[in-house]
């Protein structure tokens, strides 16, 4: 028996206000249901998941799942996913890197970090089309993933 799946907030770190649009209508494309909202860079990322600098209870619920970019200004995707993988409150979030870089030592380093996938971004909007379709059959579709914790 299936269990019933509920909208998650997704949270995407992403330096690039295009890639953050162009990632939006490829999830609208897809007619991706959940709440999808955006960080930054980094640093923007941990102060909404610790609710710092304007963010609350109110305006950031807590993600069921994170897509991140490494190569951000102020604090980067590596040093960001360190951060959330240390923190006791956040270390169950799924994270997703979503990047630009098809390096080897970038692959394996995010993965030695915690990175619950890697995805290298696709260079067309058709290719980010199909990727947030897999995307989002694989981790709201086939996946269970744990429940934000208490708020």
């Given at each position: 028996?299936k269990a019933e799946k509920?909208?998650?907030?997704?949270?995407?770190?992403?330096?690039?206000?295009?890639?953050?649009?162009?990632?939006?209508?490829?999830?609208?494309?897809?007619?991706?249901?959940?709440?999808?909202?955006?960080?930054?860079?980094?640093?923007?990322?941990?102060?909404?998941?610790?609710?710092?600098?304007?963010?609350?209870?109110?305006?950031?619920?807590?993600?069921?799942?994170?897509?991140?970019?490494?190569?951000?200004?102020?604090?980067?995707?590596?040093?960001?996913?360190?951060?959330?993988?240390?923190?006791?409150?956040?270390?169950?979030?799924?994270?997703?890197?979503?990047?630009?870089?098809e390096a080897d030592e970038?692959?394996?380093?995010?993965?030695?970090?915690?990175?619950?996938?890697?995805i290298p971004k696709p260079?067309?909007?058709?290719?980010?089309?199909?990727?947030?379709?897999?995307?989002?059959?694989?981790?709201?579709?086939?996946?269970?993933?744990?429940?934000?914790?208490?708020?």
């Amino acid at each position: 028996m299936k269990a019933e799946k509920r909208p998650i907030t997704i949270l995407m770190a992403d330096d690039d206000p295009d890639d953050r649009e162009l990632t939006e209508e490829a999830f609208r494309e897809v007619r991706f249901g959940n709440d999808l909202r955006f960080a930054r860079d980094g640093r923007d990322l941990l102060d909404y998941l610790t609710r710092a600098n304007g963010y609350t209870r109110e305006n950031a619920p807590l993600p069921g799942l994170i897509l991140l970019d490494l190569n951000m200004p102020r604090m980067d995707g590596r040093e960001a996913l360190t951060a959330i993988k240390a923190d006791p409150k956040l270390k169950s979030i799924p994270v997703v890197v979503l990047t630009t870089s098809e390096a080897d030592e970038d692959i394996v380093r995010s993965y030695e970090l915690g990175a619950s996938s890697y995805i290298p971004k696709p260079v067309t909007f058709i290719g980010l089309v199909e990727a947030m379709k897999t995307l989002s059959d694989y981790w709201f579709e086939l996946v269970a993933v744990p429940p934000p914790e208490t708020q």
